[in-house]
Every structure is written in structure tokens, then in C-alpha cells.
């Protein structure tokens, strides 16, 4: 059966974004522009139907394979399955069809011997996906992905704009070549995970290849054990955070390496709480010392909210060996007093949330009395969460971090505005 219609056409603003958000100040939000990506734009559209996963999967990977560059339209209500190994060569923009019903789903599904593949989607080609809700969940029995993105070839650019990633194992997005451009824009990410070894469920992972940019604005990334992002040694061009809030991540800041860093208008809430014995930095900014592009490193870390809750600061009382997480690198202080870092109005005001998801303290009350060590003990602990214990997302009842206007973090921006995420 035919999956797919093909309507070609001439499409020239495809890949203009909207920035625009309620309770934020537009003029302050990242515009795409400002990374000077230029993709070259597909000249036909394509839609793709459904699959149902038992006599169709991966039709989106043979529509992109038999259609080339091209913008994919998924059809909302449907579920695209991804069996075995799914690569997309090609520069591709796949986003939700206009109208009502829930966002298109991508998940992946085992194969009839319930192996599943490492990786969701590897990509050779540039990549934005619009609107549409992934998931890292087998279909067919509950386990989780390693990975979900995996970038193959260098010079990639992978964006996500109001999209909502869900479960993933290791790493939500990683890179095995250099120079890609990665930008999460308007989107939420949660339950990365791998409660049996903590260092895993990083939100991007460089494995040691330089980046172009990497940027996340206006997104709310949440119930995360490891990194938001792991440089690994290696220098990126770029790197932005603005707009965002963050609850329940594990690992704190760290750049290691960087040469334009802005991280403005945030909110941290319980990040870093994978604590150490010897540092208490959150902010764990380094210098490359043998690359010359240091000379040329320009940082703005400012207007950012960092604060525990009142569950953190028991357990950080509770294990006084446990250090809490608050300050600024060495390095970072060099910056400062070589005017290449400005490190200003960040503050910590303890915020009480709308409709936050449940903590699960006694997972982590049990990585603070072990510092960290031997987790697959407590692997089955409660950790990943829901809003109503059925798999997938309702638009409109998933978790939210609106505050008090009342709070000085209603006020704080770099324009005096609100800072954090605003939906």
C-alpha cells in the first residue's frame, strides 16, 4: 500500500520562527537568525501516513528514502514506529499536519525477535522536526531507548521546535562527527534517565567532537539524571541557554568547552543535586589551555535563578558529606578579572510551582547516602514521571513551572520581565 502523497511546491519561509511568548520579552528571546543557519530548503512536501506496527513500520524512513529532501507532513493521531535501523540521509523537515488531534507520535517498536536498536534515528542529513511528540518507549514491551538521535555526519544542523521529547536511557541527543549546529526551541525534554547508573540520561552529548552551536530557548527540561550538556574536552563555538526552566536534573553546569557562552533568564530548580565530597561549584566553567580560540572566548552567565527545595536542602542536611552545589569555577574567576566573563543577577529564590511533577526523593535520598556509588541497588525505585500514568502526552494537562507573579523572579530578566520558560 502507498503510504504517501507528494505535492511539490515552492516553499520560501519554511524555516522562519515565531518566538513570541506570553510573559517573555521577545527582543531577549534567541532568534534562530542569530546562528546564521541557512539550510538550503526543500522544494516538495510530502505526506506520510500512519503506520500501524504490525503490517506497516518505518514509514517515514522509506518516504525519506525514496523521496529525497523534502518537507514531511505526519498526520496528527498517528504513530510512526521505527524498526531496526532508521537513517535518515537527506535534508529533512518533518513536522505535525495543520488542524486539531494530538501531535504525530514517533516511537520506537522491537522487531518479531523484540530486539530493538540502539538508536531511534541516525542522521546523515539536517533534520527539523515541528510539533510532534517522540518518545523513547518500545511500543511493544515498555523498555527504554539507548539513544533517540544519534548525528553521524559533520556539519549537521538538528532543531526542535515545540516539540515534547519523553524517556530515553543515555543520551537524548549525540554526535559522532564535528561543526553540527543543535537548537531546542520551545519544546519540552523529560524522564532521561538510567536510574542504575546515573551518569547516563544527558540531554546532548559531544563524545569528545567539536560543535558549532548548541542552543536551548524557552524550553522546560525536567527528571533528568546526568548532564544538560557534556562537552567532553572539546571546544564548542557556541553555546546558549535563555528562557528556560530546569527541575530535577542531576548534573550541574559544565563547560569544558565553550568560546561564546550566553546563559541568561533561567530558572535552575534542583539542578546539580548529584553533589560531590570535594567541590561545591554548580558552575564548573573551564578554559582550554591549548587552544588558542581562549583568546577570543566572550561568556555571559546573568539574571539565572538557582535554588533546592526544601526536600534537597533536608537531604543536604541530612548528608553533610554531600556538598551543595552554588558557586563559580576558578576559571569562571579568571574570566571575570579578564573581562571576558560578566557574571551578574543571578540569585536563588525558592519558587513554588503550579503543577510540577513529583519528586523522587527516595531514590535520590538513597544517591545521597551512597554518594552515588552502586545504584543498580535502587534501580527500581520510583523515578520517570507521568501526569496520568497513560502512556503519551495530552497538549494542555502536562506538567507546568508558572510561579507568583509576585516573585522577584517575575521581575528579573535582563529586561525585567520573567524569567524561565513560558508556555
Given at each position: 500500500m502507498k503510504l504517501y502523497k507528494i505535492y511539490s511546491r515552492a516553499i520560501g519561509l519554511l524555516f522562519a520562527l515565531s518566538l513570541l511568548c506570553v510573559g517573555c520579552e521577545n527582543e531577549d528571546i534567541l532568534d534562530i537568525n542569530d546562528l546564521e543557519i541557512s539550510p538550503s530548503?526543500?522544494?516538495?512536501?510530502?505526506?506520510?501516513?500512519?503506520?500501524?506496527?504490525?503490517?506497516s513500520v518505518n514509514a517515514?524512513?522509506?518516504a525519506i528514502n525514496e523521496n529525497g529532501d523534502a518537507t514531511y507532513i505526519l498526520r496528527r493521531d498517528g504513530v510512526y514506529y521505527m524498526e531496526g535501523k532508521n537513517v535518515f540521509k537527506h535534508n529533512v523537515v518533518i513536522k505535525a499536519e495543520n488542524g486539531s488531534g494530538k501531535m504525530p507520535i514517533i516511537q520506537p517498536i522491537c522487531d518479531a525477535q523484540g530486539a530493538l536498536n540502539a538508536d531511534m534515528i541516525r542522521l546523515e542529513g539536517s533534520a527539523t522536526f515541528e510539533?510532534?511528540?517522540?518518545?523513547?518507549?518500545?511500543?511493544?514491551?515498555?523498555?527504554?531507548?539507548?539513544?533517540?538521535?544519534?548525528?553521524?555526519?559533520?556539519?549537521?544542523?538538528?532543531?526542535?521546535?515545540?516539540?515534547?521529547?519523553?524517556?530515553?536511557?543515555?543520551f537524548c541527543i549525540r554526535t559522532d562527527n564535528v561543526n553540527n549546529k543543535i537548537y531546542l526551541n520551545n519544546s519540552t525534554i523529560r524522564n532521561l534517565a538510567l536510574t542504575s547508573d546515573p551518569a547516563n540520561g544527558r540531554l546532548i552529548d559531544s563524545r569528545g567532537n567539536e560543535q558549532?552551536?548548541?542552543v536551548i530557548n524557552n524550553c522546560y527540561v525536567y527528571n533528568n539524571t546526568a548532564h544538560i550538556v557534556r562537552f567532553d574536552n572539546v571546544v564548542t563555538n557556541y553555546f546558549g541557554i535563555k528562557h528556560s526552566t530546569f527541575y530535577n536534573?542531576?548534573?550541574?553546569?559544565?563547560?569544558?568547552y565553550a568560546i561564546k557562552v550566553e546563559?541568561?533568564?533561567?530558572?535552575?530548580?534542583?539542578?546539580g543535586w548529584k553533589?560531590?565530597?570535594?567541590?561545591?561549584?554548580?558552575?564548573?566553567?573551564?578554559?582550554?589551555?591549548?587552544?588558542e580560540r581562549a583568546q577570543d572566548i566572550s561568556m555571559s552567565v546573568c539574571n539565572n535563578n538557582l535554588f533546592f527545595s526544601e526536600e534537597f536542602e533536608r537531604l543536604f542536611a541530612k548528608y553533610p558529606q554531600n556538598l551543595k552545589r552554588t558557586t563559580l569555577s576558578d576559571d569562571g574567576y579568571q574570566l571575570i578579572e579578564e573581562g571576558k566573563l560578566t557574571f551578574k543577577d543571578n540569585f536563588s529564590e525558592v519558587l513554588t510551582f503550579d503543577y510540577p511533577p513529583v519528586l523522587p526523593m527516595e531514590y535520590i535520598d538513597k544517591f545521597f547516602?551512597?554518594?552515588?556509588?552502586?545504584?543498580?541497588?535502587?534501580?527500581?525505585?520510583?523515578?520517570?514521571?507521568d501526569e496520568d500514568g497513560i502512556e503519551g502526552i495530552e497538549v494542555g494537562k502536562t506538567f507546568t513551572f508558572h510561579y507568583s507573579t509576585s516573585s522577584k523572579s517575575a521581575t528579573a530578566s535582563t529586561t525585567q520581565g520573567p524569567i524561565g520558560a513560558s508556555f
Open positions: 530548503n526543500p522544494e516538495s512536501v510530502v505526506i506520510v501516513e500512519p503506520d500501524d506496527g504490525i503490517t517515514l524512513t522509506k510539533n510532534i511528540y517522540i518518545i523513547g518507549k518500545d511500543a511493544a514491551t515498555g523498555n527504554l531507548m539507548q539513544r533517540l538521535f544519534r548525528i553521524d555526519e559533520s556539519n549537521v544542523r538538528l532543531k526542535f521546535d515545540n516539540c515534547f521529547i519523553d524517556h530515553c536511557r543515555n558549532d552551536s548548541i536534573v542531576g548534573h550541574h553546569i559544565q563547560i569544558n546563559i541568561e533568564n533561567n530558572i535552575f530548580a534542583n539542578v553533589s560531590s565530597a570535594a567541590s561545591d561549584v554548580f558552575w564548573q566553567i573551564s578554559i582550554p589551555k591549548k587552544d547516602e551512597n554518594m552515588g556509588s552502586n545504584m543498580s541497588k535502587w534501580a527500581d525505585l520510583p523515578f520517570y514521571v
